[in-house]
């Protein structure tokens, strides 16, 4: 009964490389959000979304894009990955108007060389 | 700024002890606090959520603390298990902001 799911679980990219990392969810939810974790840090929001084509910019949207086209699939666009963007990237969707009972996915953990 | 800040990025405690997880934050319009679960390999999981207007509040082995006057919250585990080793983090939402504020994380490590 997954119910966020992120398509890679791993992902190896060279620098330089478009990458694109998949999220899809199936409970309608009309917020999405992209999070990256690193290690003392936490999670940092990059982008999120409340609605079909709509994005609003996080804390760390430098370096990413994203589209959200169909309600249910949001996806993160790293234009030309660098190294530093090696990470672990979480997504999570919840219900409009809410920021409550975030759900997430498992993640996909990104190591650009 | 908007902060939500751990004091102990690691808590190692004895099987079937209490264990508790603090966390500080800093933004008083802060209204809604939620503490999440992260099993190696997974995503975040809700455990436990407390709003402002509440001091306290409880559910199954678990209860959070909410201290408003020093910006303060705790996570209490009674008896932990090894099902409990985990990282914990905190996240607050900012009234006005569109996104939770995640802190930095503990890592919960028990002991048989």
């Known amino acids: 009964d997954v119910k966020v799911t992120q398509s890679s679980r791993y992902l190896v990219k060279r620098t330089g490389e478009k990458v694109f990392l998949e999220c899809v969810q199936d409970m309608d939810h009309e917020n999405m959000f992209w999070y990256r974790q690193d290690p003392g840090l936490g999670l940092r929001l990059i982008y999120f979304?409340?609605?079909?084509?709509?994005?609003e910019k996080g804390d760390i949207p430098e370096g990413y894009s994203v589209s959200r086209e169909k309600k249910e699939r949001f996806s993160l666009i790293l234009e030309s990955a660098s190294t530093n963007q090696t990470s672990m990237y979480l997504c999570?969707?919840?219900?409009?108007?809410?920021?409550?009972?975030?759900?997430f996915g498992s993640g996909t953990r990104l190591t650009v060389v | 700024g908007e902060s939500v800040g751990l004091h102990l990025p690691t808590l190692s405690v004895q099987e079937g002890d209490n264990s508790i997880i603090n966390c500080a934050y800093s933004n008083s319009a802060s209204d809604y606090f939620i503490w999440y679960k992260q099993e190696s390999g997974k995503g975040p999981q809700f455990i436990i959520d407390i709003r402002s207007n509440m001091d306290k509040r409880q559910g199954q082995r678990v209860t959070v603390l909410l201290n408003k006057t020093v910006k303060h919250l705790s996570l209490q585990i009674a008896a932990t298990q090894p099902g409990d080793s985990a990282v914990y983090f905190c996240?607050?939402?900012?009234?006005?902001?569109?996104?939770?504020?995640f802190g930095s994380g503990t890592r919960l490590q028990v002991q048989p």
């Open positions: 999570a969707s919840s219900l409009s108007g809410s920021n409550y009972g975030y759900t």
């Open positions: 979304s409340y609605d079909v084509k709509m994005k």
């Open positions: 996240a607050e939402n900012i009234t006005g902001r569109r996104a939770l504020t």
